[in-house]
């Protein structure tokens, strides 16, 4: 019965609600000038949320609310304005995408279908054509950045992996890679005006993604959904 509850809640809007209206108030007042204490409190609360919504549901992957700790970790790290701060943000996401490439790698399919394959060969071309453009412009951070690129990679392919048989999952990945590809081609390349706002409205629409769709597929799993 608790079980029953807790996926009746889980399947409802109100969640996710919520977590889109955390996501746009961090957004919209992210240049607002209110204190950093503050600005890293609204940035962090939306992927809280998200935790707090893995550990509700009965049965969810342990590595979920993992990986949204890290990633959590990371958004308050990078909100940070010494260089320092963003190595360390940069292995907190790693971190994190280190565990989603864990957990999605345990619930992979048994085969590599057709549509598989042409998801993975895409995630191989954007790579290679980010790849092409940040690493050379990437200076004294080319070993955690190529670190990085082989960590959200492998987070990509295995989310193509999965069994979860919706887009949800994949789409949530590579709006992921997208995210970050934008903060990369930001700092390193060619700084443009709306690159802060369009990397957090892709980042919480990618752990939104992953988030709900990770929790679908166990639902499922465990006969709840």
Not at 24 to 46: A, D, H, N, Q, R
Not at 145 to 165: D, W
Not at 184 to 189: D, G, I, Q, R, Y
Not at 190 to 219: E, W
Request: aromatic share 12%; charged share 10%; hydrophobic share 60%.
């Amino acid at each position: 019965m608790d079980l029953l509850r807790q996926s009746s809640f889980m399947n409802s809007k109100i969640p996710w609600i919520a977590y889109a209206a955390l996501a746009f108030s961090y957004v919209l007042l992210m240049f607002s000038g209110l204190p950093l204490v503050l600005l890293v409190i609204l940035k962090v609360l939306p992927i809280a949320l998200l935790i707090a919504l893995a550990l509700r549901q009965g049965g969810a992957p342990v590595h979920l609310p993992i990986a949204l700790f890290f990633s959590g970790c990371g958004d308050a790290l990078l909100a940070l304005p010494h260089e320092t701060w963003f190595v360390y943000g940069l292995a907190a996401f790693l971190l994190a995408q280190v565990t989603y490439a864990a957990g999605f790698f345990r619930a992979r399919r048994a085969t590599v279908d057709s549509r598989a394959k042409r998801r993975l060969m895409l995630i191989a071309l954007f790579m290679s054509a980010i790849a092409v453009g940040v690493l050379p412009a990437s200076g004294d951070l080319l070993i955690p950045v190529v670190a990085y690129f082989l960590a959200i990679s492998a987070m990509a392919c295995t989310a193509a992996l999965h069994r979860y048989t919706g887009l949800m999952l994949f789409a949530g990945a590579f709006i992921f890679v997208v995210s970050d590809s934008i903060i990369a081609l930001n700092k390193f390349v060619m700084p443009f005006d709306g690159a802060r706002h369009a990397i957090m409205l892709t980042y919480y629409a990618a752990q939104g993604l992953i988030v709900k769709s990770v929790l679908n597929d166990s639902a499922g799993q465990h006969g709840c959904g």
